[in-house]
Nanobody, 114 residues
């Protein structure tokens, strides 16, 4: 069955950087789009970035120029590099796959605070 395991979150100061990882299993990783979502406190879950199976990347306006999504098909892992972090980036970050859009892992907490 599909499994997505997020890691790499933590506490970082404004302006800092983090790299999140999501290890995937249970489906054909290379042929599926992969997404990063986040859920900020008291907000709906929102799409942050997408890595398509064709190698394209798409970003929400709020993170464009600061976040970079990438994938390693051999490792079945998708990454989210986050730079110039702001307090409003504080959220639980989740990865998601088009192969099983209803499946959600446990997420990884990112807190941006001084």
């Amino acid at each position: 069955q599909v499994q997505l395991v997020e890691s790499g979150g933590g506490l970082v100061q404004p302006g800092g950087s983090l790299r999140l990882s999501c290890a995937a299993s249970g489906f054909t990783f290379s042929t599926n789009h992969m997404h990063w979502y986040r859920q900020r406190p008291r907000k709906e879950r929102e799409l942050v970035a997408t890595s398509t199976s064709a190698g394209m990347t798409i970003y929400a306006d709020s993170v464009k120029g600061r976040f970079t999504i990438s994938r390693d098909n051999a490792k079945k892992t998708v990454y989210l590099r986050m730079d110039s972090l702001k307090p409003e980036d504080t959220a639980v970050y989740y990865c998601n796959t088009a192969a099983a859009p209803a499946y959600w892992g446990q997420g990884t907490q990112v807190t941006v605070s001084s």
